[in-house]
């Protein structure tokens, strides 16, 4: 019927419009000067465009004495970046080995409470950051692991893994055994089974269990705001907060820092969205 043709068009415009008007503003508000962004009434469109907000980031001096506040923070900016990098891509590579190797287990292995394990190891995440923030911090304290990469990478495994491994379970479940079988009966052992054979089939959900983990991980606030307190350690969320302070606040540089921050993941997804999907719907379908 025509109404629900209108109907589905017009929540899905609704939805679209959602999303993109917030990045959109976003945006806009990155390209404006500093008083064009503070202006009332507000300025929609910027009258005029500038990319100084950006370049900030690579050389904070050029916005002069009055934006030392937030130049200091874009100053970070590029370590933070690279700190992000390292910890979301550190987390992506650790959940395919970790979430195929469980996976695979849960797949294939038979064993008493199996299913009730995997339900357990998801229920974790039940379990809000809050609750449990305080015990890590004196698990790393302890460790002496506080302000470096490694306790972000250890933090954010704590609450990617448990997905990961319910990802790749499903998945697996889904590839047949005679697939396996056949490699063993051509002469390959496990390991080479594994690697020649049943991981590049599964490559969509381990792109998919890969992807989940960096986007987890890219964003994540808390646990980077409590483990470190020096720019050797801190990722980008922390240097974007940085912008405000009690004394000044820069939304120009706020809304730059938010596009840098958004483009890597964004970028990646949009290069393997079908793997994406392809590995999610297919877990989901039969797992």
């Given at each position: 019927?025509?109404?629900?043709?209108?109907?589905?068009?017009?929540?899905?415009?609704?939805?679209?419009?959602?999303?993109?008007?917030?990045?959109?503003?976003?945006?806009?508000?990155?390209?404006?000067?500093e008083v064009e962004s503070m202006s009332i009434p507000?300025?929609?469109?910027?009258?005029?465009?500038?990319?100084?907000?950006?370049?900030?980031?690579?050389?904070?001096?050029?916005?002069?004495?009055?934006?030392?506040?937030?130049?200091?923070?874009?100053?970070?900016?590029?370590?933070?970046?690279?700190?992000?990098?390292?910890?979301?891509?550190?987390?992506?590579?650790?959940?395919?080995?970790?979430?195929?190797s469980a996976g695979y287990a849960f797949a294939r292995?038979?064993?008493?409470?199996?299913?009730?394990?995997?339900?357990?190891?998801?229920?974790?995440?039940?379990?809000?950051?809050?609750?449990?923030?305080?015990?890590?911090?004196?698990?790393?304290?302890?460790?002496?692991?506080?302000?470096?990469?490694?306790?972000?990478?250890?933090?954010?495994?704590?609450?990617?893994?448990?997905?990961?491994?319910?990802?790749?379970?499903?998945?697996?479940?889904?590839?047949?055994?005679?697939?396996?079988?056949?490699?063993?009966?051509?002469?390959?052992?496990?390991?080479?089974?594994?690697?020649?054979?049943?991981?590049?089939?599964?490559?969509?959900?381990?792109?998919?269990?890969?992807?989940?983990?960096?986007?987890?991980?890219?964003?994540?606030?808390?646990?980077?705001?409590?483990?470190?307190?020096?720019?050797?350690?801190?990722?980008?969320?922390?240097?974007?907060?940085?912008?405000?302070?009690?004394?000044?606040?820069?939304?120009?540089?706020?809304n730059a820092g938010g596009v840098l921050t958004v483009?890597?993941?964004?970028?990646?997804?949009?290069?393997?969205?079908?793997?994406?999907?392809?590995?999610?719907?297919?877990?989901?379908?039969?797992?």
């Amino acid at each position: 019927m025509p109404w629900r043709a209108i109907v589905i068009h017009g929540v899905s415009a609704f939805y679209i419009l959602w999303i993109v008007l917030p990045f959109s503003w976003v945006i806009l508000t990155s390209l404006m000067t500093e008083v064009e962004s503070m202006s009332i009434p507000p300025h929609w469109i910027p009258d005029y465009i500038t990319f100084d907000n950006y370049l900030a980031f690579l050389n904070p001096a050029m916005l002069g004495a009055k934006r030392l506040v937030g130049g200091g923070a874009a100053q970070g900016a590029p370590r933070a970046l690279l700190n992000s990098a390292i910890v979301a891509f550190s987390v992506a590579i650790l959940n395919m080995v970790i979430g195929s190797s469980a996976g695979y287990a849960f797949a294939r292995l038979n064993f008493r409470g199996s299913s009730a394990l995997l339900l357990v190891y998801l229920a974790t995440r039940m379990v809000p950051a809050l609750a449990i923030m305080v015990s890590l911090y004196l698990v790393f304290q302890t460790l002496g692991l506080l302000d470096t990469l490694l306790v972000l990478v250890l933090a954010h495994l704590t609450f990617t893994i448990p997905y990961s491994v319910w990802i790749m379970a499903s998945y697996f479940r889904t590839i047949p055994r005679e697939l396996e079988d056949a490699a063993l009966v051509d002469g390959c052992n496990w390991i080479t089974m594994m690697l020649r054979v049943f991981l590049p089939v599964a490559s969509p959900g381990l792109v998919a269990c890969a992807m989940f983990a960096f986007l987890s991980s890219w964003g994540e606030f808390l646990y980077a705001l409590l483990f470190t307190s020096t720019l050797n350690s801190k990722t980008m969320p922390i240097i974007i907060a940085g912008f405000v302070t009690d004394q000044d606040t820069s939304p120009v540089l706020m809304n730059a820092g938010g596009v840098l921050t958004v483009l890597p993941p964004l970028v990646l997804a949009l290069l393997f969205q079908r793997l994406i999907v392809s590995g999610i719907s297919a877990g989901a379908v039969k797992g």
